[in-house]
């Protein structure tokens, strides 16, 4: 609940600064000229960003072992499982702030960010100038319901990527101090997902013991 809340703030500021009705002014004067007023630029997805897909390793396994990676499949990005694989040159990398994106299946168009480690064969990297990184992940999650909305195929959906690589979008040029705030709430949302799964693991270790009468409590004051 308090990520959401954070991510729901995070758009409202996104909105707000990005998309107001200024801005939207100047977009509208962009389309009819070809011109932008001076204080603002135009960011072309083209131009700063491309989708890096995932690759399935040869070796993945469950259990954590000794030089492994964790696997970034949809169900482990959202915390349902964890699976790690063997490090493989093939295999595509990201850290905990890089945007990810699942490209084929039902959840095509759906974004995450918050792991480290290998990229699933269902998902790209959407591989993201530094600079702009922050802005684009909101500007995407703004967007979500119409990428998806524009997914291609029926029997099995997928990203149209030309879609998303064609969009124009109209920002100060000076969004530093912006940029600081989303990267900090991202921050906030990362950290606050890694103490609820290190807590929820701790429960499944104890419960069936404190069940099993293995841990004994029955002596502990509170």
Same mark, same amino acid.
């Given at each position: !609940?308090l ?5 729901l703030? @995070?758009q409202?500021i996104?909105?707000e ?6 801005? *939207?002014?100047?977009?509208q004067k962009y ?6 007023h001076?204080?603002?630029s135009?960011l072309k ?6 989708f ?22 949809i169900e482990v990005?959202? =915390?349902q499982?964890?699976?790690? @694989?063997?490090?493989e040159?093939k295999l595509?990398? /990201?850290?905990k702030?890089?945007?990810? !994106?699942?490209m ?6 759906? /974004?995450?960010f ?9 998902i =790209?990297? !959407?591989?993201?100038?530094?600079k702009? *990184?922050?802005i684009?992940?909101h ?6 319901k119409?990428?998806?909305?524009n997914n291609?195929?029926?029997a099995?959906?997928?990203?149209d ?24 709430i991202r921050?906030?949302?990362i /950290?606050?997902n ?9 429960r499944d270790i104890?419960l069936?013991k404190? !069940?099993s009468?293995?841990?004994?409590? =029955?002596?502990i004051?509170?």
């Amino acid at each position: !609940m308090l990520n959401n809340n954070l991510q729901l703030i @995070a758009q409202e500021i996104f909105k707000e600064e990005f998309l107001n009705k200024e801005l *939207r002014k100047i977009n509208q004067k962009y389309l009819q000229t070809q011109n932008v007023h001076s204080d603002y630029s135009i960011l072309k997805f083209k131009n700063i960003c491309k989708f890096i897909k995932g690759k399935k390793p040869e070796y993945i396994t469950e259990s954590y072992e000794n030089g492994l990676e964790l696997y970034l499949t949809i169900e482990v990005l959202s =915390s349902q499982t964890q699976l790690f @694989a063997k490090k493989e040159s093939k295999l595509i990398y /990201v850290g905990k702030y890089d945007i990810l !994106m699942v490209m084929d299946g039902a959840s095509s168009g759906d /974004v995450y960010f918050g792991k480290k480690g290998i990229v699933g064969s269902t998902i =790209s990297k !959407m591989d993201v100038d530094e600079k702009f *990184r922050e802005i684009i992940f909101h500007y995407i999650k703004f967007l979500e319901k119409e990428i998806k909305k524009n997914n291609t195929g029926s029997a099995i959906p997928h990203v149209d990527k030309g879609f998303i690589l064609n969009l124009e979008f109209i920002i100060p040029k000076d969004f530093s101090k912006l940029d600081s705030i989303f990267k900090q709430i991202r921050e906030k949302i990362i /950290v606050n997902n890694e103490e609820i799964n290190r807590l929820t693991n701790l429960r499944d270790i104890l419960l069936p013991k404190l !069940m099993s009468g293995e841990i004994n409590v =029955s002596e502990i004051e509170i």
